[in-house]
């Protein structure tokens, strides 16, 4: 069993920084996927990055390609994602997830929900212009 907490929510100013953290419990894999979504109020779940830790990549969606930045801490037990140039459409609830034995996956794959198992709770994500 894994268990996801995600921290590092709040408000911020456009054209600030955030960095979001998820930190995992639990048998973690040294092969997964794990990644970041988020959704706002009224629109559907986005995927905004992702890492496969076997296939050595990131991925990113079109909309925060740039501004985003994904990352594993040093015991891949952490998942950190960093923010820039903030902007008011990132406005959103901000969840971590992870698949174990990831198998070889597509970036649609990587950003698309049922590829995860697990699910943190997620984490508020405010910013004001």
């Known amino acids: 069993q894994v268990s996801l907490v995600e921290s590092g929510g709040g408000s911020g100013q456009a054209g600030g920084s955030l960095i979001l953290s998820c930190a995992a419990s639990?048998?973690?894999?040294?092969?997964?996927?794990m990644g970041w979504f988020r959704q706002a109020p009224g629109k559907a779940r986005e995927g905004v990055a992702a890492?496969?830790?076997?296939?050595?990549?990131?991925y990113y969606a079109d909309s925060v390609k740039g501004r985003v930045t994904i990352s594993q801490g040093n015991n891949k037990n952490t998942l950190y994602l960093h923010i820039n140039n903030l902007k008011p459409e990132d406005t959103a609830k901000y969840y971590c997830?992870?698949?174990?034995?990831?198998?070889?996956?597509?970036?649609?794959?990587?950003?698309?929900?049922?590829?995860?198992?697990?699910w943190g709770q997620g984490t508020q994500v405010t910013v004001s212009s």
């Open positions: 997830a992870y698949e174990p034995r990831c198998p070889p996956v597509t970036p649609a794959q990587a950003l698309g929900g049922p590829l995860y198992r697990y």
């Open positions: 639990g048998d973690i894999d040294a092969i997964h996927c």
């Open positions: 890492s496969h830790t076997g296939m050595n990549r990131e």
